[in-house]
């Protein structure tokens, strides 16, 4: 039998790991402008067209490189990072594996032109292919500028699945934000399509966090800050009362380097428990500090999960900083460890269920009178007397991510046997689900998928016959938004006005609102309403649904009565009537089951089983 294994050629193996490395067009971002850091650069700007797709450029004022190192950061795993295995565990760089601009080069033409500080003139190197086909010296500024053209021209079939230029623009954004929140003492800036996105003069956090989310943010942030002989903890996280309905703003790095973790996300959640409800999300700049020996950042290709040592005991000290904080800084109260503290969550909610009318912005956090704690550095034997009591609550060895039902739900004539029984009685059980009996037996309800039913229906319909119609406001409104919502806002305005809005753009992620679609309560908080129906926009687009298609699912889901809502037997009725006069009442337009019906025969055999 003849020999059958092989070695590849470099430029297979290249695009092999290219495929771990470079996803998208935001992982080339993330690792020249992590490049860029690492080189000392106290100035960094990134240039991008069409999402990335047709250019990436990033230009630094770092140490830059001579032309032998120029040559060599072409070839796999050649870095100026580490040395031997044992420099593993004491990484204090962003970038080590030495994988980036070889994997890139793999995969796009890519330009490169550096110069040192003791060197005259610097060097033009350009690569297609895994090969460098021109080398040269030019006049160049010290530092490093990397120009990244067509990626993935020799991948066609990785091209082809690259998303829709906003989709790919909001993947930039998020890594973009998160290298310049970590490094405020940098200058960054992005221009897309020649239009300049960011400007972020070097500053201090606060001012970083304001630069990117707007300066409305400001009043909202709490200061974090705990030292411990473990682990440093600082920051700045969200007042209770500004958390959100939509995830989004919730950063965690550790040693300055963006990381995710169902775990530690879990532990922030679960400092707010007595202060939001669970559909809440609180907005959060966490920043680790923590001995590199004690931390494995080499264990995923993106360098986005790392392993700790001890998980548990920084899951507690994260956990109680938090809630330390938010106790020295509530408004009205704070909390003491060792109180049994009852926060209340309370919303003022008006709508009837037709789509007329929106419930509107939740009230405030009610609480008793406790004291505070001054923030000092504790050591782990205070620390453990600190969190003794919150304990009890359990801390979760692992944390599962939660997914949308999408199975279909099967039914044959069960619709017109449940339009039928028109003058029954309905009874909302547990502030979720509308029971009632019907000829098939019991029927029940989920009132947040069905009225998202029905809105989407609604709105879609709106959508492709003409504009709703809208409600003038008495007063215009004015509502300021981050860099990249102002964005998507502004990519979909067309079709939001169409569904009765009527607002414009006055500049500086600033808009204009004149009017609602009519029957939107008059007190709903606006800011939070835009702000879903642009996260939730996002969300979608991930699954490449049409432009219309999208709008209508976001503006539902935005809109749509929540769960725990009180409705009036009336609107109960209504809400039936409605479900079954759409289209597809089955499903909720994410997918989840909008009722489900227990037929006599099963309620007979579990009485009988």
Same mark, same amino acid.
């Given at each position: 039998?003849?020999?059958?294994?092989?070695?590849?050629?470099?430029?297979?193996?290249?695009?092999?790991?290219?495929?771990?490395?470079?996803?998208?067009?935001?992982?080339?971002?993330?690792?020249?402008?992590?490049?860029?850091?690492?080189?000392?650069?106290?100035?960094?700007?990134?240039?991008?067209?069409?999402?990335?797709?047709?250019?990436?450029?990033?230009?630094?004022?770092?140490?830059?490189?001579?032309?032998?190192?120029?040559?060599?950061?072409?070839?796999?795993?050649?870095?100026?990072?580490?040395?031997?295995?044992?420099?593993?565990?004491?990484?204090?760089?962003?970038?080590?594996?030495?994988?980036?601009?070889?994997?890139?080069?793999?995969?796009?033409?890519?330009?490169?032109?550096? #110069?040192?500080?003791?060197?005259?003139?610097?060097?033009?190197?350009?690569?297609?292919?895994?090969?460098?086909?021109?080398?040269?010296?030019?006049?160049?500024?010290?530092?490093?500028?990397?120009?990244?053209?067509?990626?993935?021209?020799?991948?066609?079939?990785? #091209?082809?699945?690259?998303?829709?230029?906003?989709?790919?623009?909001?993947?930039?954004?998020?890594?973009?934000?998160?290298?310049?929140?970590?490094?405020?003492?940098?200058?960054?800036?992005?221009?897309?399509?020649?239009?300049?996105?960011?400007?972020?003069?070097?500053?201090?956090?606060?001012?970083?966090?304001?630069?990117?989310?707007?300066?409305?943010?400001?009043?909202?942030?709490?200061?974090? *800050?705990?030292?411990?002989?473990?682990?440093?903890?600082?920051?700045?996280?969200?007042?209770? @009362?500004?958390?959100?309905?939509?995830?989004?703003?919730?950063?965690?790095?550790?040693?300055?380097?963006?990381?995710?973790?169902?775990?530690?996300?879990?532990?922030?959640?679960?400092?707010?428990?007595?202060?939001?409800?669970?559909?809440?999300?609180?907005?959060?700049?966490?920043?680790?500090?923590?001995?590199?020996?004690?931390?494995?950042?080499?264990?995923?290709?993106?360098?986005?999960?790392?392993?700790?040592?001890?998980?548990?005991?920084?899951?507690?000290?994260?956990?109680?900083?938090?809630? +330390?904080?938010?106790?020295?800084?509530?408004?009205?109260?704070?909390?003491?460890?060792?109180?049994?503290?009852?926060?209340?969550?309370?919303?003022?909610?008006?709508?009837?269920?037709?789509?007329?009318?929106?419930?509107?912005?939740?009230?405030?956090?009610?609480?008793?009178?406790?004291?505070?704690?001054?923030?000092?550095? #504790?050591?782990?034997? @205070?620390?453990?007397?600190?969190?003794?009591?919150?304990?009890?609550?359990?801390?979760?060895?692992?944390?599962?991510?939660?997914?949308?039902?999408?199975?279909?739900?099967?039914?044959?004539?069960?619709? @017109?046997?449940?339009?039928?029984?028109?003058?029954?009685?309905?009874?909302?059980?547990?502030?979720?689900?509308?029971?009632?009996?019907?000829?098939?037996?019991?029927?029940?309800?989920?009132?947040?998928?069905? +009225?998202?039913?029905?809105?989407?229906?609604?709105?879609?319909?709106?959508?492709?016959?003409?504009?709703?119609?809208?409600?003038?406001?008495?007063?215009?409104?004015?509502?300021?938004?981050?860099?990249?919502?102002?964005?998507?806002?502004?990519?979909?305005?067309?079709?939001?006005?169409?569904?009765?809005?009527?607002?414009?753009?006055?500049? +500086?992620?600033?808009?204009?609102?004149?009017?609602?679609?009519?029957?939107?309560?008059?007190?709903?908080?606006?800011?939070?309403?835009?702000?879903?129906?642009?996260?939730?926009?996002?969300? *979608?687009?991930?699954?490449?649904?049409?432009?219309?298609?999208?709008?209508? #699912?976001?503006?539902?889901?935005?809109?749509?009565?929540?769960?725990?809502?009180?409705?009036?037997?009336?609107?109960?009725?209504?809400?039936? @009537?409605?479900?079954?006069?759409?289209?597809?009442?089955?499903?909720?337009?994410?997918?989840?089951?909008?009722?489900?019906?227990?037929?006599?025969?099963?309620?007979?055999?579990?009485?009988?089983?």
């Amino acid at each position: 039998m003849p020999d059958i294994i092989r070695l590849l050629p470099d430029s297979i193996a290249n695009q092999i790991a290219a495929g771990e490395v470079i996803q998208r067009p935001a992982s080339v971002v993330k690792e020249l402008v992590e490049n860029a850091i690492d080189a000392g650069s106290t100035q960094i700007k990134l240039v991008v067209k069409d999402a990335g797709k047709t250019l990436i450029q990033v230009i630094d004022n770092g140490k830059g490189m001579t032309e032998t190192d120029a040559r060599m950061s072409f070839e796999r795993h050649a870095t100026s990072k580490i040395t031997s295995a044992n420099d593993l565990f004491s990484i204090k760089t962003l970038g080590f594996r030495g994988e980036a601009l070889a994997s890139i080069a793999a995969i796009a033409h890519v330009e490169l032109i550096s #110069r040192t500080s003791d060197e005259e003139v610097g060097h033009r190197l350009v690569n297609e292919g895994s090969t460098i086909i021109k080398s040269e010296k030019v006049q160049a500024m010290q530092g490093t500028m990397i120009t990244v053209k067509n990626l993935f021209y020799n991948v066609p079939a990785r #091209r082809k699945f690259l998303k829709s230029d906003p989709v790919e623009m909001k993947h930039i954004l998020d890594e973009f934000h998160r290298v310049s929140l970590a490094h405020p003492e940098i200058f960054f800036s992005l221009e897309h399509n020649n239009n300049e996105v960011y400007h972020l003069p070097k500053g201090n956090l606060r001012q970083r966090i304001v630069g990117i989310f707007g300066k409305n943010i400001n009043d909202k942030l709490v200061p974090l *800050n705990e030292e411990t002989e473990v682990v440093n903890i600082s920051g700045f996280i969200g007042k209770a @009362e500004s958390a959100k309905k939509t995830s989004g703003d919730q950063f965690i790095f550790v040693n300055d380097r963006f990381i995710k973790s169902n775990y530690l996300n879990h532990a922030v959640r679960s400092a707010y428990e007595d202060l939001i409800s669970k559909e809440l999300y609180p907005t959060y700049f966490i920043f680790l500090d923590i001995n590199p020996a004690q931390i494995d950042i080499n264990v995923h290709p993106t360098k986005t999960e790392i392993k700790f040592e001890d998980e548990r005991l920084i899951y507690n000290y994260l956990r109680v900083s938090l809630r +330390h904080s938010l106790g020295q800084y509530h408004v009205g109260s704070s909390l003491d460890f060792n109180t049994d503290t009852n926060f209340i969550n309370r919303y003022s909610e008006k709508s009837n269920l037709t789509g007329e009318k929106h419930e509107s912005s939740p009230g405030g956090l009610f609480s008793g009178s406790i004291s505070a704690h001054k923030p000092d550095k #504790r050591n782990k034997d @205070e620390w453990v007397e600190v969190y003794k009591g919150l304990q009890q609550t359990g801390i979760p060895e692992k944390i599962s991510s939660s997914h949308l039902e999408h199975e279909a739900f099967k039914y044959s004539n069960y619709e @017109e046997n449940l339009i039928e029984s028109g003058n029954r009685d309905i009874i909302q059980l547990n502030g979720q689900y509308l029971v009632f009996q019907s000829k098939l037996g019991l029927t029940i309800i989920d009132q947040q998928s069905a +009225h998202e039913r029905i809105l989407y229906e609604k709105y879609l319909k709106l959508l492709k016959k003409g504009k709703a119609n809208t409600q003038k406001e008495l007063f215009p409104r004015t509502i300021e938004l981050s860099r990249d919502r102002s964005l998507v806002l502004t990519e979909i305005l067309d079709m939001v006005n169409g569904l009765g809005f009527e607002m414009e753009g006055f500049g +500086h992620d600033t808009f204009i609102i004149h009017g609602t679609p009519l029957g939107l309560d008059t007190n709903t908080d606006m800011d939070s309403l835009i702000n879903n129906i642009i996260q939730q926009f996002i969300e *979608n687009k991930e699954s490449g649904l049409g432009i219309e298609d999208n709008v209508a #699912r976001s503006m539902a889901f935005s809109s749509g009565i929540k769960r725990n809502k009180r409705l009036e037997k009336e609107e109960m009725s209504v809400l039936v @009537e409605q479900l079954f006069a759409c289209q597809m009442p089955q499903n909720s337009p994410g997918g989840k089951k909008c009722f489900i019906v227990m037929e006599h025969e099963e309620i007979l055999k579990r009485f009988n089983s």
